[in-house]
């Protein structure tokens, strides 16, 4: 397969994003190839002698970047060059089957609409990312995708998101809760109710009930199903929270035992690295017509280069196939 | 000032509620008086020897308990006689100043709005929850008392939270952060996008823009306004999250330090110490035409021991007032 990476996009690109594409190298089959798109000179650059890499990434050269803060139509509007649209027309023409981007997330969304479209029986696609837990990874979706969710959309955010999980995090039976503010059915808000009502009576999922915040960390689902608005404060909240009490224990530490500085040091990065969002190598776009993989804005070589397994798990765990499969042969589903 | 606790309704009620009345002496002036609300036998026996209370506590007998399962409203209607519909029904009649409870939120929520109304021009009760951070107190509001919000109640959550977390933290102008899911102006739902222009336009809010869930330990802001299954989400997933990094880390250098475990055991206990919900005494409902405290269901005496002290501060702060004197000229602003 073909797989294409918005080399401009994230915070530290391209420097990340071209050593990610030469480390992922070791997830590539012998007819695989990273397509690099961005400017071609500077990418070439940071590339290095030919001979380490020609054999497996081609550059694909783009003019225009799109920035973070960008209002994303707008930019993919006025940039037709950038990197970031270049790439999903290159998707769209059947020229790289997978996208990946650290860039302005709105603008992968958009993009990843208007060209790839939906697959069928898709209401809306939704992102779906994998946090670490003690008990194991659970998915939560969506995150940031729609913020304006209809009970349809957060039942096929739950049955999507149990097909990625199966495929990429090898659960067989993916537990599904709706995250709600209470496990009562008399609490949360009308869209929960409703969602919950379509989730017990649909065989596609496993659901288990309504879960709250906490129980992200308690084992009892491996996915979690919530509008983008709120899925998205989650994610940024955790991030906040992590490095704020990892910080706060480590200088409790250091100043209970000075000593053995060298020793907490080590244990707050083992953490860390449990928590780190480039181990899992981005958040796939479900629904859409494509693969298109939403790597954080400041993901370092490992995050773009696991984006890379992500892509080849996705398209090996025929993914699509079998979102089409469930929810393709649904009566109106398109019409929602 | 007489303050009402509802000794039935916590996880750990009566025992820790009687406790915690015993412990809040400290906060009391000669004339306050903590009045006990539950069954009465069970009371007395939990508070020992008269001589150590009864000159500044009243027991006051109630039959019936609501448990935190039930639905509010039903349980309000056939529980007439239960602690949390008593102490309600108290401070409606003046007979108590100040209401606290561990128990049942919706109950809780439900039985304020009954029985002691909404302050002029408020439009929508809110928790205001202060939460911990490095860089200081963040009182985030609603944190669950209405998830069918418009702008003008987050508008007002700013305003109601920004005298609180004066009165209560000594913050002098707090800075209003609204939570959204980017810090442009496009990013988030048409809610936060009218509430924006709300807050921009008000001289009674410190309006900083959009903030993002990260940013509630990054010291941007002293109010965070939300919606309340947001809030709802956020503050059990912080709960979670608390717990689980910090088993994490705490078992990665037990196994890295094995002779240090007490010192570490002990780091662990000062960060969860700072984190601890019980220091903070439980969240008033803003807005409501009196004082209602809603403690965390699992409170410990310190729970609510510091929940005495933050009906104390309320009063002295005069919270109520002050809402009243901004919000209460405003017009039409009781319709909405």
Same mark, same amino acid.
């Given at each position: ?8 996009g ?20 012998d007819?695989? @190839? ?5 400017? +071609? %000179?500077?990418?070439r650059?940071?590339?290095?002698s ?61 993009a990843?609409?208007?060209?790839l ?5 898709v209401h ?5 990312? =994998? ?7 659970v998915?939560l ?15 096929q955010?739950g049955?999507?998101?149990s097909i ?5 995090? !090898?659960?067989?039976?993916?537990r ?7 496990e009562?059915?008399?609490? !949360?808000?009308?869209?929960v ?8 009576d %649909? ?14 960390? @308690?084992?009892?689902? %491996? =996915? ?19 490095? +704020?009490v990892v910080?706060? &224990? &480590?200088?409790? &530490? ?9 020793i ?9 690295a449990k928590?780190?969002?480039n =181990?899992?190598g981005?958040a796939?776009l479900?629904?859409?017509g494509g693969?298109?993989?939403?790597c ?15 892509a080849k ?8 196939? @079998?979102?089409?499969e469930l ?7 398109q019409?929602?």
């Amino acid at each position: 397969m073909r797989i294409g990476i918005d080399a401009m996009g994230g915070d530290r690109a391209p420097a990340e994003e071209v050593r990610g594409a030469l480390a992922a190298r070791q997830f590539l089959s012998d007819d695989d @190839r990273i397509v690099l798109i961005g400017k +071609g %000179d500077l990418l070439r650059e940071h590339l290095g002698s030919p001979g380490a890499w020609s054999d497996f990434i081609e550059v694909c050269h783009a003019d225009q970047v799109i920035g973070m803060g960008e209002a994303p139509v707008e930019a993919l509007r006025t940039k037709p060059n950038s990197s970031l649209a270049l790439m999903a027309r290159l998707a769209a023409e059947g020229k790289v089957d997978a996208c990946i981007s650290a860039g302005n997330t709105g603008a992968c969304v958009a993009a990843a609409q208007m060209r790839l479209r939906r697959l069928r029986g898709v209401h809306r696609p939704g992102i779906a990312i =994998v946090t670490p837990t003690f008990y194991g990874p659970v998915a939560l979706c969506d995150v940031g995708a729609n913020v304006n969710c209809r009970p349809q959309h957060l039942l096929q955010y739950g049955i999507m998101a149990s097909i990625y999980v199966q495929a990429v995090c !090898g659960v067989a039976n993916p537990r599904v809760g709706l995250l709600s503010i209470g496990e009562e059915d008399v609490k !949360g808000t009308s869209l929960v109710k409703q969602t919950r009502q379509l989730m017990k009576d %649909d065989p596609a999922v496993h659901f288990i009930g309504n879960v709250e915040g906490r129980d992200l960390f @308690r084992g009892v689902c %491996d =996915v979690m199903v919530c509008e983008g608005f709120v899925g998205n404060v989650m994610l940024k909240l955790m991030e906040g929270m992590a490095e +704020g009490v990892v910080k706060a &224990l &480590l200088a409790e &530490l250091s100043a209970g035992i000075p000593s053995q500085e060298r020793i907490i040091q080590k244990a707050g990065d083992a953490i860390a690295a449990k928590y780190d969002y480039n =181990v899992y190598g981005g958040a796939p776009l479900l629904g859409v017509g494509g693969i298109f993989i939403i790597c954080h804005g400041a993901s370092n070589y490992r995050g773009i280069m696991n984006a890379v397994r992500v892509a080849k798990d996705f398209t090996t765990g025929r993914v699509n196939e @079998r979102i089409t499969e469930l929810l393709g042969q649904r009566e109106g589903s398109q019409d929602a």
